[in-house]
C-alpha cells in the first residue's frame, strides 16, 4: 500500500508561479510511474503531467513549456513546478502513483490551485 500527500496549493494571481509537491510513503516509489492529473467544477479528471520511472516525462499539450515533473527517489516525492498560471489551469490537482502491470494505482487526496484574473 502507497499513500500519497500533495502539498503547495493556493491561490496565485495568473502569471504567477506554485509548486505542488506529492510526498508517497512505502519502499516502491522508485518502480512507479508518477503522475499529476487536474480536475476542474464540473469536467473530468485529466493528465497533466507524467514522469517514468528512468525520468521520461510527458505533459497534457496546455502545459506543455509551462510546467515540469521531476521526481526524487531519495525523498519519495514528485514535484510539478507551475509558471505562468493561467485561470484555467485552475483545479484541484491529484497526485498519482502506478505501476500497471502490477495492479498498483493509487490517489492522494487532492490539493486546489485557484489562478485567478
Known amino acids: 500500500q502507497v499513500q500519497l500527500v500533495e502539498s503547495g496549493g493556493g491561490l496565485v494571481q495568473a502569471g504567477g508561479s506554485l509548486r505542488l509537491s506529492c510526498a508517497a510513503s512505502?519502499?516502491?516509489?522508485?518502480?512507479?510511474?508518477m503522475g499529476w492529473y487536474r480536475q476542474a467544477p464540473g469536467k473530468q479528471r485529466d493528465l497533466v503531467a507524467r514522469i517514468g520511472v528512468g525520468g521520461s516525462t510527458n505533459y497534457a499539450d496546455s502545459v506543455k513549456g509551462r510546467f515540469t515533473i521531476s521526481r526524487d527517489n531519495a525523498k519519495n516525492t514528485v514535484y510539478l513546478q507551475m509558471n505562468s498560471l493561467k485561470p484555467e489551469d485552475t483545479g484541484v490537482y491529484y497526485c498519482?502513483?502506478?505501476?500497471?502491470?502490477?495492479?498498483?494505482?493509487?490517489w492522494g487526496q487532492g490539493t486546489q490551485v485557484t489562478v485567478s484574473s
Open positions: 512505502g519502499s516502491i516509489f522508485r518502480i512507479l510511474t
Open positions: 498519482n502513483a502506478n505501476k500497471i502491470v502490477n495492479g498498483y494505482n493509487y
